[in-house]
């Protein structure tokens, strides 16, 4: 594809150049924004919306209140934009968050520890509310209509959902608001190519017949890991493809990990394919030692669960 497009009678058309936005962009924006009810702006991947949503909406001095148990990325990000004079505090979202904040950063459910916010205390709270909902997707909750200002996607996950896209996605309630983040995008050069756009439109065409179908597998696969004996712990919020269970340690959980068969041993979630992964190897202390955190694919529910019970049962 070009990513240049010549003047109309010497006048700047639709499209001009590639950084600031491409027939591609244009029409996945438009499917993105249809899903979560608002005006979307795409980035290069999930920790550029992040990054472009923070530097675009704060200065120097200003404190966001992060829920904790958060997508570990997202705080190692904010302590990078520390040298800049950002600030960041931890909550318990299940709560009321802290006063004097200048962003609410809530996620929609965590990941991995996969709690769920108060939404209703968010909305009325007095900043700007972002909802990362990357693990429920638009097909399991729509952060704007809960009062959320803008709804914050890894479109790698499941919006993509074949483990080929690299994109993020931020979706505002209000259409200024993502004109501002446009130009932002622009101006700072975090701006996403036409190939990857046109592949998460051509995943979108299928999302939600998949999240129906991992939702129901997972919900089946949850259920039996809570009866399993060398599962004390399971974590599933009702909604998405992503669980999260603890065996009796890291130990434990590395012989889970290498022993699965049909589940890959990888990293992500959200994909055609089941994914399995200690997540301790990241996150440290943050999580249980023997957490696993468990992306549910398209495979027969059964098979996925004679795959995890027989690396279980190995342990």
């Known amino acids: 594809m ?8 010497g006048e700047v058309g639709e499209f001009y150049y590639a950084r600031y936005d491409h027939p591609a962009l244009a029409e996945v924006e438009r499917a993105l924004g249809a899903l979560d009810g608002g005006s979307a702006v795409l980035f290069p991947s999930g920790t550029g919306a992040a990054t472009a949503l923070a530097l675009g909406l704060l200065a120097p001095g200003d404190t966001i209140a992060l829920a904790s148990g958060a997508y570990y990325g997202t705080g190692r990000l904010f302590e990078t934009l520390a040298r800049w004079g950002l600030r960041h505090v931890e909550f318990d979202q ?20 996969l709690t769920m916010p108060d939404l209703a205390a968010a909305a009325d ?36 959902g074949h483990d080929d896209v690299l994109l993020g996605v931020v979706v505002c309630r209000d259409p200024a608001a993502a004109d501002a983040l446009r130009r932002f995008r622009a101006l700072t050069g975090i701006s996403p190519a036409a190939e990857p756009a046109r592949l998460l439109l051509r995943s979108l065409r299928t999302l939600e017949v998949r999240v129906a179908r ?29 669980i999260s269970f603890d065996v009796a340690d890291g130990e434990a959980a590395r012989r889970v990990e290498t022993g699965v068969r049909l589940i890959r ?51």
């Open 2 to 9: 070009e990513i240049l497009w010549p003047y109309e009678n």
């Open 125 to 160: 709270y007095p900043a700007p509310v972002v909802v990362d909902s990357t693990v429920a997707t638009p097909v399991g909750l729509r952060p704007l209509e809960h009062g959320a200002d803008y709804a914050l996607h890894s479109a790698t996950k499941a919006l993509g």
């Open 214 to 242: 991992q939702a129901a597998s997972a919900a089946v696969v949850a259920e039996r890991l809570s009866t399993h004996p060398k599962v004390s712990t399971v974590r599933y919020p009702g909604l998405g493809c992503l």
């Open 265 to 315: 041993n990888a990293t992500s979630l959200g994909s055609v394919a089941s994914l399995l992964e200690s997540r301790h190897r990241w996150e440290g202390d943050r999580v249980p030692a023997g957490l696993l955190r468990l992306s549910i694919g398209l495979e027969d529910v059964d098979a996925i669960w004679a795959d995890l019970a027989q690396a279980l049962d190995n342990a």
């Open 94 to 113: 299940t709560g009321p968050p802290p006063d004097g904040m200048q962003l609410l950063w809530l996620e929609a459910p965590s990941n991995p520890l």
